[in-house]
């Protein structure tokens, strides 16, 4: 059993991190950069400004570059090169729709420069400009394209420089349910955990303005109640639940943007992967229109409600909706950089319910400055796990460490 444990738990937290790996990939951001200072000198310290602006109708997730590599260029045409470098914080966002996050770096100031120089930061055709005169005053700074650029190339979608099918492959990955390791001790030690993904089929010509079927997502979720008191450790059951959906955060927005409504449309699968008497599964369609508030203090509310139709279900779970019901109430409420709180609620037949409640802080903004989130579940109710879908769970709070609140 011992030489089990060193095998199997190495093996899921690789199988965690490289999950991790896939989705923090960068997808898509407009972004615009501009100089903190309008004057400066050799030696001195700058400060870069890059505000990520989603006015697509998806959220987008955006990872800051640790590293700008610097052009310096005078009025003779002389080149000189550095590095900005990206100060503390979180380098992986999520950005919601109508909302912009912001990032600094900072760099200093070549030796032997003098006069007005163009900083032009590699890969971006903005320009950015800093008199280095230790003479004249200060001049008001401005950002510019570069000649012979698009006069909206500033704020245009990024892509990647590079054309390798594996970084393809990794900007149409990101993040779809929560991911999440969160333990427990009522009734013995165990543990919950959740890993989730989602990959987009089709990679849209124009991000501002993508066709209906760029929107089409294939997304997979694993989510496992894990027995850690016994003496073999074992899993007490695991689902597996491939999916292919459709998904548009936005299809309307009011005209301020503070309301916006999206729809998410698709067939699950969902099985526990056992045969026998324990073999459990079951399929449905669903429908899920989305209602969101973004207020002024920078947090969004939204409801969601998922509503299902079976179909196929094994023959020892036929029952299955008499307890999970046919809608699952979802309500979020998320702060930017900030507090996450979601609730879902299931209403079976004759009384029979679920209640899961989340709460996310993230580590960054406590001592430890560390990245992810503190995660506390709260669960109560019928369908804890596919396996004992019809048992009754007492409440339950496990406390752990979440990736993707």
Same mark, same amino acid.
């Given at each position: 059993?011992?030489q089990?444990r060193r095998?199997?738990?190495?093996y899921?937290?690789?199988?965690?991190?490289?999950?991790?790996f896939l989705?923090?990939?960068?997808?898509?951001?407009?972004?615009?950069?501009?100089?903190?200072?309008?004057?400066?000198?050799?030696?001195?310290t700058?400060?870069?400004?890059?505000?990520?602006?989603?006015?697509?109708?998806?959220?987008?997730?955006?990872? !800051?570059?640790?590293?700008?590599?610097?052009q310096?260029?005078n009025?003779?045409?002389q080149?000189?090169?550095?590095?900005?470098?990206?100060?503390?914080?979180d380098?992986?966002?999520?950005?919601?729709?109508?909302?912009?996050?912001?990032?600094?770096?900072?760099?200093?100031v070549?030796?032997?420069?003098?006069?007005?120089y163009a900083?032009?930061?590699?890969?971006?055709?903005?320009?950015?400009?800093?008199?280095?005169?230790?003479?004249?005053?200060?001049?008001?700074?401005?950002?510019?394209n570069?000649p012979?650029?698009?006069?909206?190339?500033?704020?245009n979608?990024?892509?990647?420089?590079?054309?390798?099918?594996?970084?393809?492959?990794?900007? !149409?990955?990101?993040?779809?349910?929560?991911?999440y $390791?969160?333990?427990?001790?009522?009734?013995?030690?165990? @543990?919950r955990?959740?890993v989730s993904?989602?990959?987009?089929l089709?990679?849209?010509?124009?991000?501002t303005q993508p066709?209906?079927?760029?929107n089409?997502y294939?997304?997979?979720?694993?989510? @496992?109640l894990?027995?850690?008191?016994?003496?073999?450790?074992? $899993?007490v059951d695991?689902?597996?639940k491939p999916?292919?959906?459709w998904?548009?955060?936005a299809?309307?927005q009011?005209?301020?943007k503070?309301?916006?409504?999206?729809l998410?449309t698709?067939v699950?699968?969902e099985?526990?992967?056992k045969?026998?008497?324990?073999?459990r599964?079951?399929?449905?369609?669903?429908?899920?229109?989305?209602?969101?508030?973004?207020?002024?203090?920078?947090?969004?509310?939204?409801?969601?409600?998922?509503?299902? !139709?079976?179909?196929?279900?094994?023959?020892?779970?036929?029952?299955?909706?008499?307890?999970?019901?046919?809608?699952?109430?979802?309500?979020?409420y998320?702060?930017d950089?900030?507090?996450?709180?979601?609730?879902?609620?299931?209403?079976?037949r004759?009384?029979?319910?679920?209640?899961?409640?989340?709460a996310?802080?993230?580590?960054?903004?406590?001592?430890?400055?560390?990245?992810?989130?503190?995660?506390?579940q709260y669960?109560?109710g019928?369908g804890e796990?596919?396996?004992?879908?019809?048992?009754?769970?007492?409440?339950?709070?496990r406390?752990?460490l979440?990736?993707?609140?």
């Amino acid at each position: 059993m011992t030489q089990l444990r060193r095998t199997l738990i190495p093996y899921l937290l690789g199988c965690i991190f490289a999950f991790l790996f896939l989705i923090t990939a960068p997808t898509y951001a407009g972004v615009s950069y501009q100089l903190l200072q309008a004057h400066a000198q050799s030696g001195d310290t700058v400060n870069i400004q890059g505000i990520v602006f989603n006015d697509t109708d998806t959220t987008l997730s955006w990872s !800051a570059p640790p590293q700008l590599a610097l052009q310096w260029r005078n009025q003779d045409g002389q080149v000189i090169h550095s590095q900005a470098y990206l100060k503390n914080g979180d380098s992986l966002v999520s950005v919601p729709v109508n909302n912009f996050v912001k990032f600094s770096w900072h760099a200093v100031v070549p030796n032997d420069v003098d006069g007005l120089y163009a900083i032009n930061i590699e890969g971006d055709a903005t320009l950015l400009a800093l008199d280095v005169s230790s003479t004249s005053s200060a001049i008001t700074h401005t950002a510019v394209n570069a000649p012979g650029a698009d006069a909206s190339a500033d704020t245009n979608v990024i892509t990647s420089t590079t054309s390798s099918d594996f970084n393809i492959f990794r900007s !149409a990955i990101s993040a779809y349910e929560p991911i999440y $390791f969160d333990v427990g001790s009522k009734g013995g030690s165990n @543990a919950r955990y959740q890993v989730s993904f989602k990959y987009r089929l089709f990679t849209p010509n124009n991000e501002t303005q993508p066709d209906i079927i760029d929107n089409l997502y294939f997304g997979y979720t694993q989510t @496992a109640l894990w027995d850690l008191h016994s003496d073999s450790m074992p $899993f007490v059951d695991t689902s597996f639940k491939p999916s292919l959906f459709w998904r548009k955060d936005a299809l309307w927005q009011s005209q301020d943007k503070k309301w916006f409504a999206g729809l998410a449309t698709g067939v699950e699968h969902e099985s526990n992967g056992k045969g026998g008497e324990d073999s459990r599964s079951l399929n449905f369609t669903y429908i899920q229109p989305e209602l969101n508030y973004r207020f002024n203090s920078g947090s969004t509310l939204s409801l969601a409600p998922r509503i299902k !139709a079976y179909f196929k279900m094994d023959p020892d779970n036929q029952d299955y909706r008499d307890y999970a019901g046919n809608i699952d109430w979802r309500l979020r409420y998320a702060q930017d950089q900030g507090l996450v709180l979601t609730g879902l609620y299931r209403q079976g037949r004759a009384g029979r319910n679920s209640t899961t409640l989340d709460a996310a802080w993230p580590l960054r903004r406590t001592f430890l400055n560390m990245n992810g989130y503190l995660h506390v579940q709260y669960f109560k109710g019928y369908g804890e796990t596919l396996l004992g879908y019809n048992h009754k769970s007492d409440s339950q709070v496990r406390v752990g460490l979440s990736l993707v609140p």
